[in-house]
């Protein structure tokens, strides 16, 4: 069973906001004034694994890039591995910047509204993980793990790039390991 943690005070969501460099949406604001999962991340102070998954769409997609995987819609995979890591960057940079949840759980901190879908971004491995922060929160913190999640339930939200990342198929993704 979850433990929820008291809210947050304004104060301390904005203090956060500055500390990060983010933006929270609306409904995230409004569930961390509320209480948060003992489990996920601490907004409230300094804590190294907020700053460590910030950084992580854009490791780990440089990382699967350095390790074999291409995607397709980047065109022909350049030889030099700064070309590539250019690329990888500037589409992580033109993306909606992912705000960390729970482990490797994100949402996008744009647009900036209520609604957006929840991530679950292991590099290419991205899927949708929750129509909405919601649904995400009911199937991730449910009290009876012995049975599965209900499925998802569209339609999602579309955000740029990590949207296109969970809509791959096989036939997107090359390898040449």
Request: a negative charge; aromatic letters at 14%.
């Amino acid at each position: 069973m979850t433990e929820w943690g008291p809210g947050l005070t304004d104060s301390q969501l904005e203090e956060a906001e500055e500390r990060y460099g983010v933006r929270f949406p609306p409904d995230m604001i409004e569930l961390y004034r509320e209480q948060w999962p003992i489990e996920a991340y601490d907004w409230s102070k300094e804590d190294p694994r907020i700053r460590e998954m910030l950084a992580w769409p854009l490791d780990m997609l440089t990382w699967h890039v350095e390790h074999g995987s291409w995607w397709t819609e980047w065109g022909e995979k350049p030889t030099d591995q700064r070309a590539r890591e250019k690329i990888v960057r500037d589409a992580v940079a033109a993306a909606p910047r992912l705000i960390p949840i729970y482990l490797h759980r994100f949402i996008p901190e744009s647009p900036n509204e209520p609604g957006n879908p929840v991530f679950s971004m292991h590099g290419f491995d991205t899927i949708y993980y929750g129509t909405t922060l919601e649904e995400y929160l009911a199937r991730e913190f449910r009290d009876d793990r012995s049975r599965p999640p209900d499925p998802l339930r569209g339609p999602f939200r579309y955000i740029p790039l990590w949207s296109d990342l969970s809509a791959q198929d096989e036939r997107s993704i090359w390898s040449e390991s």
